[in-house]
């Protein structure tokens, strides 16, 4: 299959809904991560992610709107917060777990009865949900393991054959998923920490949110799996990293003592003798998260072996990039 890369214009965006129409699946941007789209109500459409992504099957995907009528077709028992929620952050990087309709096919939510919903800010996959008229599944575009696209040339490199099309948005704003929160008992859970924080979610609730295990701890084998992808290792570059929590000097002393690549804040590259890629400036979560996914992919594009990554603050913002560092060291956390 050819992968075609276009800049997004009104015939490229009507091409893409056409695929979709068609039970194709396409790479669009989003506000956070680039996306592989099809029709939510399509089976076939379903596989044809899944053998894209190469994705394990018990992972279920997010389903994405372009209005609330849409969210009441595939939605059941929406609770009041949900709308509180989506007047505050939608359209934005906030996806809900609700309870589903017989519309979202199963295979979409992994045999789940609820569904992850989101409405993006991107106006791309906007126009090309209107367009279809369809409720859009749509994981991140990478190859499954693999770190979330960020950019469109990253998506044509996972994805190069796979799929039809690609409209490139140019860099995503945001550089991380979406903050997932599951509203389907009385206390709302955090699945996934994002760009809008726990704090946000309280705020405008006026109730407590509950983080999830698996956010910042391993789940073992007898943890309740609530939301799959937790479980899963992902964003993983092939080398061993390893998170470092302490003062400078003696990071420095063990990164270079070790012969390591050093993940570090940008303030400090000037400071090491040894390979640097940077993730970021040190106090600017908003920073490390636009540039964290494509720095686990220049870790392997320099063929770094051991890798020693400098620990994020893991307030607000900063809990998705400790998140995702994590699942990159798989839970390898040192103190110095
Ligand atoms: O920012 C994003 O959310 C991106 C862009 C493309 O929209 N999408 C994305 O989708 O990250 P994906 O499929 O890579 O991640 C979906 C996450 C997984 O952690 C999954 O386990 C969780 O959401 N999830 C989805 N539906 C769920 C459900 N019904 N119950 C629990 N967790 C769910
Ligand atoms: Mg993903």
Partial sequence: METLLLRPNPRSIDRAASLVINGQVVALPTETVYGLFADATRREATDRIF??????????????ISDMNMLKSIADDIPREAFRLADEFWPGPLTMILKKKDVICDKVTAGLDTVGIRMSSDPVLMEVIRKSAKPLRGPSANRSGRPSPTDANTVLSDMDGRIPLILDGGECRIGVESTVVSLVSP???????????????????????????????????DDKVLSPGLKHRHYAPAAEVTIVNG?????????????????????YAPFL???????GKKDDPRDQASKLFSALRTLDEI?????????P???GIGLAIYNRLLRAAAFRVVNV
Avoid: W
């Fill in 51 to 64: 053998l894209a992504k190469g994705r394990p099957q018990d992972n279920p995907l997010i389903v994405h």
């Fill in 187 to 221: 206390q709302p859970v955090l699945f996934r920490p994002g760009y809008i924080t726990s704090r946000q979610i309280s705020r405008v609730l006026g109730k407590e949110v509950i983080l999830s295990k698996g956010i910042t701890e391993e789940l073992s084998s």
């Fill in 247 to 267: 003062p400078f000097e003696k990071y420095k002393c063990l990164v270079e003592g070790e012969g390591a690549v050093a993940l570090c804040f940008d303030e």
């Fill in 273 to 279: 003798m040894c390979k640097t890629v940077c993730y």
């Fill in 303 to 311: 063929g770094a072996d051991k890798v020693y990554a400098m620990m």
């Fill in 313 to 315: 603050d893991t307030e």
